[in-house]
């Protein structure tokens, strides 16, 4: 009789054990998919910003190889002089090895002659365009076959040495707005032909080192040394009707300045908080570099770069390229 008495006044647990152990359960599983949350958007950010410094490296190594080939030429035309006219002055050449455009994108049939200027407030506004320009390749001696050794911006080969002189590679680098609503770094050999070469690139500046320029004047009998003094926007390198003191100051750049603010996905990034970049550089000074940053300035939409609040992971790239080869005639 004992025995069963005990067991039957084992009859479970009471109400309130019973809430107390859905409220701790309740409590662990919260735990556990904040823990998961947390633990998703930290691979989440990790995933962003291995693919952002992917996108920088790839960027910054194709822009410095265009560069160090800007202005090559075949060994036939660089170690000869161009051919003088009837009165023995040597003509000028029709275009510069190196140039470009500030605050614009380029006309997807005529990337070489049309640009078109951005609107405030749209998606890469400030953002430049950089034009590079370098014969095929070297031939090799007594043939007319390639060594295969230069590229255009697309990755593509030339298969033939240059026709003449003035055969050029041609590389138009811009920023615009793809299929996916993504601006990415833009690449167009011709007519036709842009690509996306780097997605996320929603910031593309350009300045130019230049040997003894004066903004917006012809270049005079100053002597050069072939090392940059100064460092100016694609605009004040025009000469307004002067389509051939335009040309000799582009031909005077010496090294290029490259800053670049590339993006993640939404939500890549650990918060929501707005940003200031400086895609040319930050100077450090007490302020944080906010005034005086490294060749920023009101004049040049873009050096300085508020994105807002969008939860976006975003990395500045900033280089400098120095011409390797001789940017004359």
């Known amino acids: 009789m004992r025995h069963l008495i005990a067991v039957r006044r084992q009859t479970g647990l009471t109400l309130v054990e019973l809430l107390v152990a859905l409220a701790i359960s309740s409590v662990i599983a919260m735990a556990?998919?904040?823990?998961?949350?947390?633990?998703?958007?930290g691979f989440t950010t990790v995933d962003?910003?291995?693919?952002l410094r992917d996108n920088a490296r790839f960027a910054t190594d194709l822009i410095q190889r265009l560069g160090v080939q800007a202005g090559y030429k075949d060994l036939k035309y660089a170690t000869t002089p161009r051919p003088v006219n009837v009165i023995g002055v040597p003509p000028t050449p029709l275009f510069a090895d190196v140039s470009g455009v500030n605050n614009a994108f380029a006309s997807y049939t005529d990337p070489y002659n049309s640009w078109t200027a951005r609107a405030a407030g749209s998606v890469g506004y400030g953002s430049d365009i950089?034009?590079?320009?370098?014969?095929?390749a070297e031939t090799f001696p007594d043939s007319s076959v390639s060594d295969r050794t230069m590229i255009d911006c697309s990755g593509r080969l030339s298969l033939?040495?240059?026709s003449d002189r003035d055969d050029r590679m041609v590389s138009v680098l811009y920023v615009a707005v793809g299929t996916d609503n993504e601006p990415s770094l833009m690449c167009s050999t011709g007519p036709s032909t842009a690509q996306p070469i780097v997605q996320g690139v929603e910031n593309f500046q350009v300045l130019y080192g230049v040997d003894n320029v004066t903004p917006n004047t012809a270049p005079g009998s100053a002597t050069v040394d072939s090392v940059a003094d100064r460092f100016l926007r694609a605009d004040q390198m025009v000469v307004a009707g002067d389509a051939a003191g335009t040309n000799?100051?582009?031909?005077?750049?010496?090294?290029?300045?490259?800053?670049?603010?590339?993006?993640g996905p939404v939500g890549s990034a650990q918060d929501a908080t707005a940003q200031t970049l400086h895609p040319l550089g930050q100077a450090k000074n007490a302020s944080g570099g906010s005034s005086g940053s490294a060749m920023s300035s009101s004049s040049d939409p873009g050096t300085v770069f508020s994105p807002g609040a969008d939860s976006r992971m975003r990395q500045t790239v900033t280089f400098t390229v120095h011409l390797r080869n001789e940017q004359g005639i």
Do not use: E, K
Request: net charge positive; proline share 5%; charged share 20%.
């Open 130 to 136: 950089l034009i590079l320009r370098h014969q095929a």
């Open 48 to 51: 962003a910003a291995s693919q």
């Open 160 to 162: 033939a040495p240059p």
């Open 248 to 263: 000799a100051n582009w031909r005077r750049v010496r090294s290029l300045r490259i800053g670049m603010v590339i993006r």
């Open 32 to 41: 556990a998919v904040s823990a998961l949350i947390v633990s998703r958007q």
